[in-house]
T-cell receptor, first 116, second 114 residues
Framework: AQSVTQLDSQVPVFEEAPVELRCNYSSSVSVYLFWYVQYPNQGLQLLLKYLSGSTLVKGINGFEAEFNKSQTSFHLRKPSVHISDTAEYFCAVSDYGSGNTGKLIFGQGTTLQVKP | NAGVMQNPRHLVRRRGQEARLRCSPMKGHSHVYWYRQLPEEGLKFMVYLQKENIIDESGMPKERFSAEFPKEGPSILRIQQVVRGDSAAYFC????????????FGPGTRLLVL
């Protein structure tokens, strides 16, 4: 069975500082990896995804993530955060084995709190 | 192109009543996923449907919950005889169908059971 672990439930950071949100997964098959952002009382918006190819993936709003197969990690980074980045961030996986239905398995979420 | 629409956005029910949650996928999308987000938790997969077919319902509670996606009209998630533990945010996502495709999420329906 697949699982996703987001190692930090809350990450406080000052504006313009760099940030890393950690995500580890476990799966017996190859996976697709995703990061979504959720603003208060809204749905989820895709930040970026890894399907194949380059392990460094660039997304919207200046975010990027690096897929590390040996460490089964997909950490999200941004070199300089803004107040507007304050939100809940979810890491998710989807396997692409035969019979896969594309359902997403989510981590518990990490609350990014950007302080002025 | 309108995004995924869900209604109602907020729903209050008393214990024992029925809740019906609706999801209209993005235009051109024929695949719908339902997820539930309990307070202070991440999203959990419930069910995956294509038009007129339930493909994967492995995340659905065995009793009281059902889902459909008719040929015409929105997808419906139905909860019978609601209990307080059903209070959660219910999100629908749609995709064109390819397993690599991004799932686009609606704004969610927040169900409160009194």
């Amino acid at each position: 069975a697949q699982s996703v672990t987001q190692l930090d439930s809350q990450v406080p950071v000052f504006e313009e500082a760099p940030v890393e949100l950690r995500c580890n997964y476990s799966s017996s098959v190859s996976v697709y990896l995703f990061w979504y952002v959720q603003y208060p009382n809204q749905g989820l918006q895709l930040l970026l995804k890894y399907l194949s190819g380059s392990t460094l993936v660039k997304g919207i709003n200046g975010f990027e993530a690096e897929f590390n197969k040996s460490q089964t990690s997909f950490h999200l980074r941004k070199p300089s955060v803004h107040i507007s980045d304050t939100a809940e961030y979810f890491c998710a996986v989807s396997d692409y084995g035969s019979g896969n239905t594309g359902k997403l398995i989510f981590g518990q979420g990490t609350t990014l709190q950007v302080k002025p | 192109n309108a995004g995924v629409m869900q209604n109602p956005r907020h729903l209050v029910r008393r214990r024992g009543q029925e809740a019906r949650l609706r999801c209209s996928p993005m235009k051109g999308h024929s695949h719908v996923y339902w997820y539930r987000q309990l307070p202070e938790e991440g999203l959990k997969f419930m069910v995956y449907l294509q038009k007129e077919n339930i493909i994967d319902e492995s995340g659905m509670p065995k009793e009281r919950f059902s889902a459909e996606f008719p040929k015409e009209g929105p997808s419906i998630l139905r909860i019978q005889q609601v209990v307080r533990g059903d209070s959660a945010a219910y999100f629908c996502a749609s995709s064109p169908g390819n397993r690599q495709e991004t799932q686009y999420f609606g704004p969610g329906t927040r169900l409160l059971v009194l």
